[in-house]
C-alpha cells in the first residue's frame, strides 16, 4: 500500500510560515495531481490547494494569496509554502495524491501544524 510521506509541521506564532513537503518514493508525482487538505479539531477536513501536472494551480479562498504550491520534479516532491500564518489555519495537513490515467488515490499521514501566540 502507497502512503504518502509529509514533513515540515511544527508550531509557529501568527505571521510566520511554514514549509510543508509530499513525498512519495512509490510512485511518479509526474503522473499525478496532489491536493493538500487540512483538518482542524471539531471539523471536516477541508480542500486547501490543488497542484496539477501541467503547472495549474488553486487554492482555497482561505488559503489564497499566503500559500504556495508547487513541485520538485527531481527529488519528485510536491511542497506547500504556508506565509502569514493564522492561529485559524492551526489543523493536521494531509497530501492526497490522484492519479491521471487510473483510479488510484494515496494519502498521507497527516502533519500538524499549530499556530499560536
Known amino acids: 500500500q502507497v502512503q504518502l510521506q509529509e514533513s515540515g509541521g511544527g508550531s509557529v506564532q501568527p505571521g510566520g510560515s511554514l514549509m510543508l513537503s509530499c513525498a512519495a518514493p512509490?510512485?511518479?508525482?509526474?503522473?499525478?495531481?496532489v491536493h493538500w487538505y487540512r483538518q482542524a479539531p471539531g471539523k471536516e477536513r477541508e480542500w486547501v490547494s490543488t497542484?496539477?501536472?501541467?503547472?495549474?494551480?488553486k487554492y482555497a479562498d482561505s488559503v489564497k494569496g499566503r500559500f504556495i504550491v508547487g513541485r520538485d520534479n527531481a527529488a519528485n516532491t510536491v511542497f506547500m509554502r504556508m506565509n502569514d500564518l493564522k492561529p485559524e489555519d492551526t489543523a493536521v495537513y494531509y497530501c492526497?495524491?490522484?492519479?491521471?490515467?487510473?483510479?488510484?488515490?494515496?494519502w498521507g499521514q497527516g502533519t500538524q501544524v499549530t499556530v499560536s501566540s
Open positions: 497542484s496539477s501536472r501541467g503547472g495549474d494551480r
Open positions: 492526497n495524491a490522484r492519479a491521471i490515467y487510473n483510479d488510484n488515490v494515496y
Open positions: 512509490e510512485i511518479n508525482f509526474a503522473v499525478y495531481v
